[in-house]
């Protein structure tokens, strides 16, 4: 990790503002963010709730104007969503009308640069490796929450992107799903060495995936601290207990902890102060 | 499987229970299959009303309480539908009803279909029509048919107008409220997967929209129906709203009524048939 490489993604000084209906004010979402993802890094962020990862992530996924600073993508600034990224939705937002398949295959449709026959091998294979093979004439509402997130990340990973942006992916699954897909994912991204920015609040999920950590503050999100992951790859779901990953944990607990409890002070504050 | 769980691993008796297990009888986890009558249980239930209210109606009528002057019964309504038949009539009247309704109706749905997509999609588009759509929505459209007789003449045209105008509103309001409606994270994806505006329309927005879009339709036959037979009691060449007018005019209550079900039942088939397409794109939904 320690060679230098091409930067893939750069936020330099990037905040972010919502104009909320009721308010004359415009709401500060992220603050100031200083990032750099590599090429062919897996970046974690994780960070208290409510502090700007979604908001941060819909930027560089295109979806959100950024109010200040700069975001490039290989040197050019990000305007609007492209064809070198693809995001995995916190909420697995399915169209309903669509089958398993259907919801696989959309991505490719939309992007029109495949033949109808080959969109459906394409998505076959990813239901398949995303563990939903015989469920392709599912429709979402037949499915558990847990098996529509993987049709979201499978949607995802059908169009082969070149940074896959994925927000809190696996947080609807059972523990042993969970440990499954991140395998899965870390073979996946092992194999194909795409850049991956990845947002989770388990802490123990951030450490095995990552090469960096970015801990994030309460709102408005700033980047708090940037941790390397040095654990030699490919891991081991048994990695999770050896020493040097707890340490880690620790380290990252303890700076998430402490923006939770700096969020509950000020607001113990604001309401004392009334 | 569940059983054996329950017993505690050094109860003495376990063996002895476990040995028993293969004859607990297992209860059924599939839901029962629904009994083979289901499938008719609606159409059961719904027949049965209806010809106990035609019972009920003809014993009303064969008792003279009423006049048959005032409420025919159901045989002597038969009767004068079965005659306005023979005597051919009937043929042109439901041609001139027919057409102005298929003209009329159907051309409120190829306008207040991409209207209302446009006015929910686009919000300028919504901003610059809404007062006047309101201001439409809100006039009683039935008072504008002796305009549209002076505008259209006593032809089918004036009726095609005013079945037009009823029958628009609903099917624009509702097919804009549908793209408002509409779920943000699948716009969202949509737009994450860099599809265009025309793709969106497409993929997201028209069937999500669809059952508002078939809500509104279906409330617009009503109103169509409603224009064709008040415009043709003012004033049409011929038509089942004019049969009516003439009937009742000379008293035959019973050929009045005859045109009322001819409506109705014009109403039921067309209101069954937007079910139809409606269950072919709900296929998705779970029943209930
Ligand atoms: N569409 C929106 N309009 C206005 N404010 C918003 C909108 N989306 C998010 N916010 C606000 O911006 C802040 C950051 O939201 P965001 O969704 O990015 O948080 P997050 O870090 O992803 O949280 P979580 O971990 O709970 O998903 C929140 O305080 C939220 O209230
Ligand atoms: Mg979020």
Redesign the pocket.
């Known amino acids: 990790m320690s060679d230098p490489r091409a930067v893939k993604l750069s936020a330099r000084q990037v905040s972010i503002h919502?104009?909320?209906t009721r308010s004359s004010q415009p709401?500060l979402?992220?603050d100031s963010v200083d990032l750099d993802v590599y090429a062919g890094e897996f970046m974690v962020i994780v960070?208290?709730?409510?502090?700007?990862?979604?908001?941060?992530l819909?930027a560089i996924d295109g979806l959100q104007r950024i109010s200040d600073g700069e975001l490039e993508l290989n040197g050019k600034p990000i305007r609007k969503p492209g064809g070198d990224r693809a995001m995995v939705f916190?909420q697995a937002s399915l169209l309903p009308w669509r089958s398993v398949l259907g919801n696989v295959s959309y991505g490719l449709e939309l992007r029109g640069k495949m033949q109808r026959a080959a969109i459906r091998d394409r998505a076959r294979e990813l239901i398949t490796l995303v563990g939903l093979k015989g469920f392709e004439d599912h429709y979402p509402t037949e499915l558990s929450g847990g098996m529509q997130q993987r049709v979201n990340l499978a949607r995802a990973l059908a169009v082969d992107p070149d940074i896959l942006l994925l927000?809190?992916p696996f947080a609807a699954l059972d523990a042993q799903t969970r440990e499954y897909m991140q395998a899965e994912l870390l073979r996946i991204w092992s194999a194909t060495r795409k850049t991956a920015i990845f947002?989770t609040?388990d802490i123990k999920e951030a450490i095995y995936l990552a090469d960096r950590v970015a801990v994030?503050t309460a709102?408005p999100?700033r980047i708090k601290e940037i941790i390397e992951i040095d654990l030699p790859r490919p891991r081991e779901l048994r990695s999770k207990r050896e020493p040097r990953f707890l340490e880690y944990e620790d380290r990252i607990w303890n700076s998430i902890e402490e923006e939770v409890r700096a969020t509950e002070s000020r607001a113990l504050e604001s309401v004392g102060s009334r | 499987m569940s059983v054996e769980t329950v017993i505690p691993p050094n109860d003495p008796t376990a063996k002895a229970k476990s040995a028993e297990v293969p004859q607990v009888r297992v209860r059924r986890r599939i839901p029962a299959q629904p009994p083979w009558f289901a499938r008719w249980e609606s159409l059961l239930f719904g027949s049965g009303t209806v010809i106990f209210v035609l019972a009920v109606w003809q014993a009303i009528a064969s008792a003279r309480i009423v006049p048959p002057l005032f409420l025919p019964g159901p045989f002597a309504i038969w009767e004068a539908f079965v005659a306005y038949v023979a005597d051919g009539s009937i043929w042109t009247d439901l041609a001139a009803s027919g057409l102005e309704l298929i003209y009329g109706y159907g051309l409120a749905i190829i306008v207040a279909l991409p209207l209302g997509l446009l006015m929910g999609w686009y919000r300028r588009v919504n901003m610059s029509l809404d007062p006047i759509v309101n201001f439409m929505n809100a006039m009683p459209r039935i008072a504008l048919v002796p305009l549209l007789i002076i505008w259209f003449g006593i032809g089918i045209w004036s009726k095609v107008a005013v079945i037009f105008l009823s029958s628009i509103f609903p099917i624009l309001i509702n097919t804009q409220a549908g793209i408002r409606n509409l779920d943000a994270g699948w716009i969202k994806a949509a737009r994450s997967f860099g599809g265009s505006d025309l793709q969106l329309f497409r993929t997201v927005a028209l069937p999500g929209a669809v059952p508002f879009i078939l809500t509104g339709m279906r409330i617009g036959v009503g109103h169509a129906l409603i224009g064709v037979v008040v415009g043709e009691l003012v004033a049409a060449r011929a038509g089942i709203g004019l049969m009516m007018a003439t009937a009742g005019a000379g008293f035959q209550t019973a050929k009045v009524f005859a045109g009322l079900m001819i409506v109705s039942l014009a109403g039921v088939f067309l209101v069954g048939m937007i079910s139809l397409v409606e269950r072919r794109f709900q296929a998705w939904r779970p029943p209930n």
Not at chain 1, 47 to 56: A, F, M, N, Q, V
């Open positions: 919502y104009w909320l709401f979402a992220v960070g208290p709730s409510g502090c700007g990862k979604t908001t941060l819909n916190q927000d809190e947002i609040h994030f709102r999100g």
